[in-house]
Every structure is written in structure tokens, then in C-alpha cells.
């Protein structure tokens, strides 16, 4: 079992994904990654179906997810923004992996190590960062760090997009620009919209995977504090 489960809520290779396989690809460990694109997550339905056992009983593609964050040591979980909060893939995942994991004193998620991987086609970020520590805390969860970019508005890519006057397009150029790659806001094109920024702003993946490598070395210290623990015959 991998030790560091990333999980995606956004499209399926697009903007979140690739935030989350930075910041995996810095910790430089065996990593899984898991996208919720396709899957089918409900919401919590507040039956309490999971209330003796801690485990969801609707039948669809959530479980199984949830098991792999159960034998990890630390999740690295990327959402988008959707009408100023996480969307709803994350929130329905999150829901019913807290609700779930929370009954009777037990807490499956507890102690595990968590980095949120934001992003929003504005950089209205906030939202999905306090939507995800909410969880986090909930879930007993620690809070190794965060980061938040700018992601592409679908409408870059709908086929209508560069005259739609209520689309993301448009927050960003004038009516009738055409469509070119270089237009379009990625992990390592940020705000191609200013021309003057610099590269660090501009590409964000180094930072990304410096985020990875401090998940990284918290894992490691902790690991070691934890064999010091065992070595002197003290439960931790
Ligand atoms: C239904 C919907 C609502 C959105 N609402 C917002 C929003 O309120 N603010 C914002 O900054 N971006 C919004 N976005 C843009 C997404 O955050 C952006 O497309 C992001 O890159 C999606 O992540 P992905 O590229 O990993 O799929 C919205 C996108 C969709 C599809």
C-alpha cells in the first residue's frame, strides 16, 4: 500500500490533476494516484447505515477510495472551485468520509497527514482551501500545507468560449480572441493573460513539488520519532 494517496475532484488531466502529480512527484516516495473523474461519489445520505461499523453502505465508487486513504499515511486531496466552494465530487467524497469515520470514538483518519491542492479559473481560491481544512480538522486529520492556483475555465475549451459573454473566457480577454494554446492557464502557464509575470509565478510546479517534499520529510521525522518510541517500549 502506498504510503501517499493523491486524490484529483477535478477533470480528468486537467488543472487539479496535474497540481496533485507535482506535489506527489516532489516527495519522491511510492505514490498512488486516484481521480474522482468518472467515479461515482453520492452524498451523504445521513442514513446511518455506517453508524455501527464506520463503514459507508451506499453501493457506489466511494469505499473504495476511502480504503486507500485508510492505509496511507498521508492524503494529498486537489479540488476545484465551483460557484465559490469546493465542488461538489470533493464535497460529496468528504461528507461521507467524515461522517462515516467518525462514530463511536473512532476516527480512521486520524493522525494521517494532509496537503490541499487548490484551484479556482479566478484565483478565488479561499473557498476550497477552507471547505477542505474543515474536513481535515473534522477528520483529526494534520495540515502539512497548501497551495492554490490558477486553473482553466472549460468555457477555454466549450467551442464557444472566446465569444460567450458570460463565460471564463471572457473574465480574461476581449470578445472574439481567438483560442490558442498559449491562451490557456495551466499548472506551468499561470495568468497567461500578464505578460510581465515572472517565471516563478508564471510556472508553479517547482513550488508544487516542494510542497511534496516537505510532506516528505514530515513523514520521515514522524516515522523516525515513532521508531524512537517503539525502541523505548512506549506506545504512541
Ligand atoms: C460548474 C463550474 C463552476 C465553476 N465556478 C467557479 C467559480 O465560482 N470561481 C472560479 O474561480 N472558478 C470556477 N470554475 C472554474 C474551475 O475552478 C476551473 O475550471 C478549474 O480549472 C477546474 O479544475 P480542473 O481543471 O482540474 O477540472 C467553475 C467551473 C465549473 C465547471
Do not use: W
Given at each position: 500500500m502506498a504510503r501517499i494517496v493523491g486524490i484529483s475532484?477535478?477533470?480528468?488531466?486537467k488543472v487539479t490533476e496535474s497540481l496533485v502529480k507535482a506535489i506527489l512527484e516532489g516527495t519522491g516516495e511510492e505514490c498512488e494516484f486516484i481521480s474522482l473523474s468518472g467515479k461515482l461519489i453520492r452524498p451523504?445520505?445521513?442514513?446511518?447505515?455506517?453508524?455501527?461499523?464506520?463503514?459507508?453502505?451506499?453501493?457506489?465508487?466511494?469505499q473504495p477510495v476511502l480504503d486507500r486513504c485508510y492505509g496511507a499515511d498521508a492524503i494529498v486531496f486537489g479540488a476545484p472551485n465551483y460557484w465559490d466552494r469546493m465542488n461538489a465530487k470533493g464535497q460529496a467524497f468528504w461528507e461521507r468520509a467524515c461522517f462515516s469515520g467518525?462514530?463511536?470514538?473512532?476516527?480512521?483518519?486520524?493522525?494521517k497527514l494532509g496537503v490541499i491542492a487548490a484551484v479556482a479559473g479566478t484565483d478565488y481560491n479561499e473557498p476550497v482551501i477552507r471547505d477542505l481544512k474543515t474536513y481535515f480538522d473534522d477528520a483529526r486529520m494534520h495540515l502539512v500545507g497548501e497551495i492554490a492556483i490558477q486553473g482553466e475555465y472549460a468555457c477555454f475549451t466549450c467551442g464557444y468560449g472566446n465569444h460567450c459573454?458570460?463565460?471564463?473566457?471572457v473574465e480574461m480577454y476581449p470578445l472574439g480572441t481567438p483560442v490558442r494554446p498559449q491562451l490557456l492557464p495551466s499548472l506551468t502557464n499561470q495568468?497567461?493573460?500578464?505578460?510581465?509575470?515572472?517565471e516563478a509565478e508564471r510556472n508553479r510546479s517547482n513550488e508544487a513539488r516542494e510542497l511534496g517534499k516537505t510532506l516528505s520529510k514530515v513523514l520521515r521525522i514522524r516515522k523516525k520519532k515513532l521508531e524512537n518510541f517503539a525502541a523505548a517500549g512506549v506506545e504512541s
Open positions: 475532484a477535478g477533470r480528468d488531466g451523504c445520505e445521513a442514513c446511518n447505515g455506517c453508524a455501527k461499523d464506520n463503514r459507508c453502505v451506499l453501493e457506489d465508487d466511494f467518525r462514530h463511536n470514538s473512532v476516527f480512521p483518519l486520524e493522525g459573454p458570460v463565460g471564463g473566457f495568468h497567461p493573460d500578464k505578460p510581465d509575470l515572472p
